[in-house]
């Protein structure tokens, strides 16, 4: 018998090995490839071998039985397609790192895999209708340790009613502005599932930043539910995936490659904060989180939510063309206002006050005012260090990273210059090592900066910093976030880090510093994502019974972004960034790829890219747009020289062909992923 193996490697094509036993698609093995061996995975048996090619024999089988079932198979399959993605390394990510048969046979035990969810016993509970008496009279009799539902609001009533009612695939699209409970509808929707014997999957951006939501899970549905994380142990990552592979766990929440949990008669997909783009992965295999969540529903018949108080452009763009249900919760819970935001023009303020500032007297007067008053306040900018960079005013010279071409940021506590993309470290120089001169200026501040202002003009206040720097593990973010949500800290600053869900009724003022750097990116989304930013922090203001304020701070006051952040009005901003998308042909009307060309040479890597624009132009499709090749912004990384192209079609289909095909020529030209990425659908264009 033979096997088409993908080995675990950036090479698209799979390869003949002859097995001498049964095995079956999905498998583990380890076969000898060019002089060594490696990993791979069977994707397919056959009993003739090729002609006119030597077949080797497999060296090991790992798993006799897959690890992988049959429909978590073929999600890789087609996130191989879509992504142009190799097959083996999808596989290979679909599983917990170390994970063997051995665990499995261990971690079934005792006949514990035939225990069915529907014998947990879960029962869905009553509806509470708004202004029910009593909602905690509602309980679940088998469950161990009670947690009472909130009473839900009309909207919350609505939106659970739109979920409860899908027959099979659906997707909806959550709108909802922030504070009006979307962590309830997901409760609820999970417990619905759950009492139909169905299994829900809820994906989260980052486990840190939504410690609130994972709680009241784990708290409502005890001993049901399973985390997944990068932030355990490979052992702890490997019994949970487990506990849900033997079907112990039938709720799991989890951060991006959760989408690959071994949950069976998957009935919900909740993605919460679907616009983050940190659900798309980085590296090979370069998946979309929600857009593979989607797919794998579609598949096992499962309701999808996706949740977010500022939607995407493309999951808008869904909505409007019936494609998504569009379900908006425009109510905050209990009615509460949204905040009052108000924009402070920093051209003015360099006017009145003469010199460049940190803070302007609007944004003083306003904290000077929450201490007094005993309330909390926030405050955002998202660099982190103390000054951005370096600057000699005589001559002008800037202190670069040598391996990266941005600037080195400076950290006051360490004493040291970083390069925020290498780690290069470097003392700070007292004077330019290109002129000599003893004009070296701190320019640009950042959270460390921000920090020690405040100490210094408010000392009385108790401050509280989260960032990079300060924020090394979980429990860091739990000292800080604990401290500030008991009241232990009256003023909080961060990175966007402080922008992300939390739930902090005291906090009545949130001040916006720097918001403008965040804008001028070179990059399609940079007005998008500079209105999410903004939409979010500020919903962190006037979650309690005193209304929000918001400030923030510009040099480009009269921006639509931050215009229509005023008003909050998310169907305006989509409008309006509409027009520059269909002008400029980016997505959501149009398909976009990214291919970057990396070599540490720069002349080589410049080459290349222009001999792939060449190959591309050759296939002369009239239904593409091909920018480039160009320097990408930041041309160099790590000492790695990098070229980029975009192409952008109208049609997704002619996308795709072409990418197989440049593929193939590459692989034929042995020209491996590594040094050509090509990036589906990019999330960053830097
Ligand atoms: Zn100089
Ligand atoms: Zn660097």
Not at 323 to 350: F, W
Not at 593 to 612: K, N, P, Q, S
Request: with cysteine.
């Amino acid at each position: 018998m033979y096997a088409d193996v993908a080995v675990c490697l950036p090479l698209t094509r799979t390869f003949v090995y002859e097995v001498t036993e049964l095995v079956e698609a999905g498998s583990r093995v380890i076969v000898p490839f060019r002089k060594r061996e490696v990993e791979g995975f069977i994707v397919g048996v056959r009993t003739e071998a090729p002609k006119d090619v030597e077949v080797l024999p497999v060296a090991t089988i790992i798993d006799r039985s897959p690890l992988i079932r049959p429909d978590i198979f073929e999600l890789c399959r087609w996130i191989s397609g879509y992504y142009i993605a190799p097959l083996g390394e999808v596989l290979k990510s679909s599983l917990p790192p170390g994970i063997s048969a051995k665990h499995v046979e261990s971690g079934l035990g005792t006949g514990d895999f035939g225990s069915r969810i529907s014998d947990f016993g879960w029962r869905e509970s009553a509806l509470p209708t708004p202004g029910s008496p009593n909602p905690s009279e509602i309980r679940n009799p088998k469950s161990p340790a009670f947690v009472p539902c909130l009473t839900l609001t009309e909207h919350q009533l609505g939106a659970f009613d739109a979920i409860r009612s899908c027959n099979g695939f659906h997707t909806l699209l959550l709108h909802g502005v922030t504070g009006s409970g979307k962590s309830e509808i997901y409760m609820r929707a999970a417990e619905h599932f759950l009492a139909a014997g169905k299994t829900s999957l809820i994906l989260v951006p980052e486990i840190g930043l939504t410690p609130q939501l994972t709680d009241r899970f784990t708290q409502r549905f005890p001993g049901l539910t399973a985390v997944l994380h990068s932030s355990l142990s490979k052992r702890q990552r490997i019994d949970e995936w487990l506990r849900i592979y033997c079907g112990k766990a039938p709720i799991v929440i989890g951060t991006r490659s959760a989408v690959f949990a071994p949950l069976q008669n998957l009935g919900l997909i909740v993605v919460d904060e679907e616009h983050e783009s940190s659900y798309k992965q980085e590296e090979v295999p370069r998946y979309h989180a929600r857009d593979t969540a989607i797919m794998r529903a579609k598949r096992s018949g499962a309701v999808v939510v996706l949740g977010s108080a500022t939607p995407s452009m493309e999951s808008f763009r869904n909505a409007e063309s019936k494609k998504y249900e569009y379900v908006g919760l425009t109510s905050r819970v209990e009615d509460r206002p949204l905040p009052e935001v108000e924009i402070v023009n920093m051209r003015e303020e360099y006017t009145a006050q003469s010199k460049q500032v940190v803070f302007s007297r609007r944004l003083l007067q306003a904290v000077a005012g929450r201490l007094e008053r005993r309330e909390q306040t926030m405050i955002l900018l998202n660099r982190r260090g103390y000054a951005a960079f370096l600057l000699c005013r005589h001559c002008g010279f800037t202190f670069q990273c040598t391996s990266c071409s941005v600037a080195m940021t400076y950290h006051r506590s360490i004493d040291k210059l970083l390069c925020h993309y290498c780690g290069l470290a470097r003392r700070p120089p007292a004077r330019c090592p290109e002129c000599d001169s003893e004009y070296i200026y701190y320019v640009g501040e950042g959270t460390e900066r921000l920090e020690s202002e405040l100490k210094s003009l408010f000392p009385d206040a108790r401050m509280g910093r989260i960032d990079r720097d300060t924020m090394r593990h979980l429990r860091d973010y739990e000292r800080v976030l604990g401290g500030f949500a008991s009241g232990k800290i009256d003023i909080l600053v961060g990175t966007q880090m402080i922008a992300k869900g939390h739930d902090f009724p005291r906090v009545t003022l949130v001040g916006v510093v720097g918001a403008d750097a965040a804008l001028s990116l070179p990059d399609f989304r940079a007005a998008e994502r500079t209105f999410q930013l903004l939409t979010q922090v500020a919903g962190r203001s006037g979650r309690g019974d005193q209304p929000g304020e918001v400030v923030i701070q510009s040099y480009f006051p009269d921006h639509y972004t931050f215009q229509l952040a005023c008003t909050q009005r998310f169907e305006d901003f989509y409008a309006r960034e509409s027009r520059y998308r269909k002008a400029m042909f980016y997505p959501p009307f149009t398909a976009l790829a990214g291919i970057m060309v990396m070599d540490r040479d720069a002349g080589r890597a410049a080459t290349l890219a222009r001999e792939i624009g060449e190959f591309l132009d050759s296939l002369r499709s009239t239904a593409v747009r091909i920018l480039g090749p160009a320097p990408a912004p930041l041309e160099r990384i790590k000492q790695v020289h990098r070229h980029q192209l975009l192409i952008k079609s109208s049609s997704r289909g002619v996308l795709h062909r072409m990418l197989e095909q440049l593929r193939a020529h590459l692989e034929e030209r042995k020209i491996g992923a590594t040094r050509v990425i090509v990036d589906v659908d990019p999330m960053s264009l830097l």
